[in-house]
């Protein structure tokens, strides 16, 4: 498949919904002192306002959620841990995620914390628009049901998609296609980021990849 033919593929990708998780690689990375500074700084109207909040939630010092007009979800604590969750997107969408994701990560920075290192975990649901496409999803999903282990318990279950592990991105510790006959889950947790790596697409060159791999299972329907 040529990079014209990629990138129209991945322009067929569609999520459904998605969440990208972050959190410290260490416990406690984060003081309570830190993480108070972190919390009134994030809700104060000249931090929110770069979000396009339409909701605002302050639980206390224990979370601050804020809803925005990209149908997305965000979830702050104190203790360096954050997520994202949007309706709908495409690849396209990641560009804001990504300068979300690097922004709420310095601020923990700027607040006090030091030598902060981050995983991060993407999972979408995700739609496929070609219908020749779907027809490969099921072709997939009904061959590895039959020729995986799980076909050994079928007497007693049927799973409701099946997750296979893909060989990693050089960005990623870990990535996987989850199969359902009608739709696809991707997923990947990226190695660990400092908040002056989180730039150069950190989290659109793994979605991607994870995309053409998926596409070249399906084969070239588009």
């Known amino acids: 498949m040529d990079e014209y ?6 322009n067929m990708i569609k999520f459904i919904f998605f969440t990208v998780e972050v959190a410290t690689t260490k416990e406690e990375a984060v003081t309570p002192s830190t993480g108070k500074k972190v919390m009134d700084y994030a ?35 104190p203790n360096g841990s954050f997520h994202i969750e949007m309706m709908g997107g495409s690849i396209d969408t990641l560009v804001t995620v990504e300068r979300w994701i ?17 995983d991060i975990e993407f999972r979408s649901h995700t739609d496929i628009e070609s219908k020749t496409q779907l027809a490969a999803i099921s072709r997939i999903f009904n061959s590895l049901l039959i020729n995986s282990a799980l076909a050994n318990i079928q007497r007693l279950s049927t799973p409701t998609y099946l997750v296979t592990r ?10 996987f296609i989850s199969y359902h006959p009608e739709f696809v889950e991707l997923s990947f947790r990226l190695r660990p980021l400092t908040p002056k790596m989180m730039k150069n697409r950190f989290l659109i060159n793994a979605a991607e990849a994870l995309i053409d791999v998926l596409i070249k299972q399906l084969g070239d329907n588009s």
């Open 5 to 10: 033919s990629t990138a129209t593929s991945q």
């Open 43 to 77: 809700s104060k109207l000249s931090f929110l306002n770069q979000f396009r909040p339409t909701s605002i939630d302050r639980r206390d010092t224990d979370s601050l959620s804020i809803g925005t007009k990209h149908n997305a979800d965000i979830t702050i604590h």
């Open 102 to 118: 690097s922004r709420i990560a310095n601020l923990f920075v700027k607040s006090g914390a030091k030598g902060l290192q981050f």
């Open 166 to 175: 893909i060989r990693p991105h050089s960005s990623t510790k870990s990535m």
